[in-house]
C-alpha cells in the first residue's frame, strides 16, 4: 500500500473516533469542521471521482437529481436559506466521504472495521461508567434529561443506542465469520467485544433501538437459511448467546423503560401526534417541501396544541425528510439507495462464500438503523449519519471486490 492511500485510511479511521466525541458533533462548528475536512480529503484525491462510473447508473441517477432538488430549494423556495445551506454542504461532504472510502483496499477495510468496534466498546464503557458512578454528564456537560441511562458522549440515549446498533452489526458480523473460519481466538476475543457494546446497548434503555436491532437480526436469519442453514443455526446461536448476556448484564434500565411504557403511553401518542402534524405540512408542500434543514422552523406553526414540548424533529427521519425535501425529491433519495442496495444484494447472492464482517455485518447493521430511522431521528445525528455512509460504502466496496473475483 502506498504513503498516500495509508493516510486516508488514518484519515478514517481518525474521524470515526473523533465525531461522536463532542456530542456527536451535532454543533455546528464541529459538523462544519468535519465538512471541511472531508472537502480537503477529496481536493487532496481527486482520483476518488474517478470511482463514481462503478456505482449502478440508476443510484447515480437518483441522487444527482436529490442534489438538484435541493439546489433549487436553496436558490428559490427554501423559507430559510442558510439552515438548507447548512445541510447541502453536510449531505455533500457525506458524499465525498462515500467517494472517498472506494479507494480504500480490502486491508484498510479490515481495519477500518476494527476501528468501527474500538469505538464502539469505548463509548459502551464510558456510557456503562455514567450509570454505574451516577456521574451524570456527559463529557463537561451537566446531564440534564435521559439521567439513569448511558448516553456515552451523546446527548440522548437513543443516539448512543444507534451508533450501537451499527458497531453491533460489524461485530456480529466479524463473529460469526470467526465461527466460519474456526478461529477459536477471534471467537474467543469477539465475544468478549460483543458483550461489552451489547451491555452498553441495553444500558441506553432504547426500547426501539432493541426492537429494530432484533428485527434486523430475524431478517437477516431468513435470508442466511436459503444460503447456509448451518451459518443460519450459528448466526442465530451468537445472536441469542450476546442477546441473553447483555441483557442480564444492562438490561435493568431497559426493564425500566418497558414498564414506564405499560404505565404510561403519551410519550408515544406525542410521537403520533408530531407524526400526524409532519404529514399536514408534507400536505401543504408536497412538491418543493419547507426546505433541507428548515423542520424546526415551520413546525411550530404545525404543531398540536396538546404537544407540551418543542420538537425540532419529526421522530421519524423519512418523515422529517419527506417533508423537507418535498415528495419527489424524497422518492428519487428513496429510489437512489433502493438501487444501490439492490445492487449489492445481487452481488452477495452470486457469492460461494459469505462475506460477513462488511458483507452480512454491515448490512445487518444498516438495516437495523433504518428500522430505528421509523421511530428516531439517528440520521440527523452527524457522528450517525456518517457511521452509516461509512458502512455503506464499505459494504458497497466489499461487494465489488468479491464480484470482481468472481467475474475473473
Not at 428548515?294 to 421519524?316: C, G, K, V
Request: aromatic fraction near 18%.
Amino acid at each position: 500500500m502506498n504513503a498516500k492511500i495509508r493516510f486516508l485510511e488514518y484519515a478514517f479511521i481518525a474521524t470515526i473516533f473523533l465525531t461522536p466525541l463532542f456530542f456527536g458533533s451535532v454543533h455546528y462548528r464541529t459538523a462544519m469542521a468535519l465538512a471541511a475536512w472531508y472537502f480537503f480529503l477529496l481536493f487532496c484525491y481527486p482520483e476518488a471521482l474517478q470511482k463514481i462510473h462503478e456505482l449502478p447508473r440508476l443510484f447515480l441517477f437518483g441522487i444527482a437529481a436529490v442534489f438538484l432538488g435541493i439546489l433549487i430549494q436553496y436558490f428559490f423556495t427554501s423559507g430559510f436559506r442558510a439552515g438548507t445551506g447548512y445541510q447541502l454542504l453536510l449531505w455533500l461532504a457525506a458524499a465525498a466521504g462515500f467517494v472517498l472510502l472506494q479507494l480504500l483496499p480490502q486491508d484498510s477495510l479490515v481495519r477500518l472495521g476494527k476501528a468501527i468496534i474500538l469505538m464502539g466498546i469505548l463509548e459502551s464503557i464510558y456510557g456503562y461508567f455514567q450509570v454505574i458512578s451516577g456521574h451524570e454528564s456527559v463529557l463537561w456537560h451537566k446531564k440534564e434529561l435521559h439521567l439513569g441511562f448511558a448516553t456515552g458522549t451523546f446527548l440522548n440515549r437513543n443516539h448512543l443506542a444507534g451508533f450501537l446498533e451499527l458497531v453491533l452489526g460489524i461485530q456480529l458480523g466479524a463473529w460469526v465469520a470467526a465461527f466460519v473460519k474456526k478461529d477459536a481466538k477471534s471467537i474467543f476475543i469477539l465475544a468478549i467485544l460483543l458483550t461489552i457494546t451489547a451491555t452498553g446497548f441495553f444500558k441506553t434503555g432504547s426500547r426501539m433501538g432493541v426492537i429494530s436491532f432484533g428485527i434486523a437480526c430475524l431478517v437477516f436469519i431468513f435470508f442466511l437459511v436459503h444460503k447456509s442453514k448451518k451459518i443460519a443455526a450459528v448466526f442465530l446461536g451468537c445472536f441469542v448467546l450476546i442477546a441473553t448476556v447483555g441483557f442480564f448484564a444492562g438490561g435493568e434500565g431497559l426493564l425500566q423503560r418497558w414498564q414506564e411504557f405499560n404505565e404510561n403511553l403519551p410519550p408515544f401518542e406525542s410521537r403520533f401526534l408530531v407524526w400526524q402534524d409532519t404529514l399536514r405540512m408534507i400536505r401543504d408542500f408536497p412538491l418543493f417541501g419547507v426546505g433541507l434543514g428548515n423542520f424546526e422552523w415551520r413546525f411550530p406553526f404545525y404543531q398540536s396544541e396538546t404537544l407540551s414540548l418543542d420538537w425540532n424533529h419529526a421522530h421519524n427521519d423519512y418523515l422529517e425528510l419527506a417533508a423537507e425535501l418535498g415528495l419527489p425529491v424524497f422518492v428519487l433519495l428513496v429510489f437512489a439507495f433502493a438501487a444501490l442496495s439492490a445492487d449489492c444484494f445481487r452481488k452477495w447472492w452470486k457469492q460461494k462464500d459469505l462475506v460477513f464482517a462488511w458483507g452480512w455485518g454491515g448490512s445487518l447493521a444498516l438495516t437495523s438503523l433504518a428500522i430505528h430511522s421509523f421511530f428516531d431521528f439517528n440520521l440527523a445525528i452527524p457522528a450517525n449519519r456518517l457511521l452509516f455512509i461509512y458502512i455503506f460504502a464499505g459494504t458497497v466496496r466489499v461487494m465489488q471486490y468479491h464480484d470482481h473475483e468472481i467475474s475473473s
